[in-house]
């Protein structure tokens, strides 16, 4: 029986690329119906709402979704809907992993690791106001909160036990922001005592940035909070390549939605140069979720082959291929 996914195309090149990841979806075997909706600047042009109660009710009612890139509307009082949909869902998880592949540029070719960041809390609460006359100085409140963090290290250590992975580190600042983040590291000792099996460190953010820098394959499975947690997460992505190649996925208590993380490119929007590779792997991961790993498979295993190939891999990479051609490789691959 096919699975009912949420399908959001998105701004920019987000339709381009979520075209093609259809394509790739279908030769691989996936078992899917989509369920087209609205969000972003799309939903603005057509309803006035960048998020329409329309698209919230398909995600209640589908359980899981597949997002291109969005728009957030300038002013007008208008917030991001990637966080709205954070929030609104409780998708206390954003999972990035990043790995080396063959052919695309890089200054590291054996890089595997994964960013396992909280999605809810932090600085990115919104708990923030002006002060003084004259909008003088400004403050902003971060806030961790015990639940928060335990269910987001529980995560973590879930994660890498399901996926074979050796060791997670628990990324803070608790030297300086003693409380804060000093509760977050307490509760990630406490959680970590109930994963024997899986290593586990603590790591100052700062000497986390420099020790990515220096030599990535020390890393394996990352947790933090949520700012450090947007930080690190593009900082790996261009270990491997870019945000072009790297997909993401928010998890939570029983939603999922799977994204491309990176922008909706304005530029080059309908001369078929966009790269689909992220929102791709992105649905390969979402198979993976709802049970259809061969598919999933199939489609991994034919991204990074195109990708290897100088010809066929898109010019944002340093090839020669468009959207169609790369595309097209891709399918002929699965098909082969």
């Known amino acids: ?28 075997g996936a078992d899917i119906v989509w369920e087209d909706q609205l969000a972003g600047m799309a939903a603005v042009d057509a309803v006035k709402d ?46 990035r992993p990043v790995r080396s592949i063959p052919g695309v540029p890089s200054r590291y070719t054996d890089v595997d690791l994964v960013v396992v960041r ?44 399901r996926e074979k992975r050796k060791r997670v580190t628990l990324v803070h600042k608790a ?34 940035a420099m020790q990515l820098v220096k030599d990535p394959t020390r890393l394996d499975v990352i947790v933090t909070m949520n700012l450090f947690g947007d930080i690190l997460s593009d900082l790996t992505a261009g270990l491997v390549g870019g945000l072009g190649v790297a997909p993401g996925f928010n998890l939570g208590r029983d939603i999922a939605i ?46 990074y082959a195109t990708l290897a190939v100088a010809d066929e891999r898109t010019r944002d990479l340093g090839g020669k291929g468009d959207t169609k051609t790369f595309t097209d490789a891709v399918i002929r691959r699965i098909q082969s």
């Open 1 to 28: 029986m096919p699975t009912t996914v949420t399908l959001i195309r998105g701004d920019g090149i987000g339709p381009e690329i979520c075209a093609a990841t259809l394509r790739i979806l279908e030769a691989a």
């Open 50 to 95: 960048p998020l329409p109660r329309a698209t919230v009710e398909s995600i209640e009612r589908n359980k899981v979704a597949l997002k291109g890139p969005l728009a957030t509307p300038k002013g007008e009082g208008y917030r991001s809907v990637n966080v709205a949909l954070r929030q609104h869902f409780d998708l206390y998880a954003n999972v």
């Open 118 to 161: 909280e999605n809810t809390e932090d600085i990115y609460a919104g708990i923030e106001h002006y002060v003084g006359p004259g909008r003088s100085a400004a403050e902003s409140i971060a806030v961790i909160t015990r639940h928060g963090s335990e269910r987001i290290v529980r995560y973590a250590f879930e994660y890498a036990r």
């Open 175 to 208: 030297n300086i922001l003693k409380f804060s983040n000093g509760l977050f590291l307490d509760v990630g000792r406490e959680v970590a005592k109930q994963f024997p099996d899986i290593e586990f460190e603590d790591m100052i953010v700062d000497a986390t």
């Open 258 to 303: 799977f994204e491309a993380v990176h922008g909706t490119a304005p530029d080059i929007v309908g001369k078929g140069l966009a790269n689909p590779t992220a929102v791709t792997l992105a649905a390969a991961e979402l198979c993976d979720y709802i049970g259809q790993r061969e598919p999933a498979a199939r489609v991994r295993k034919a991204v």
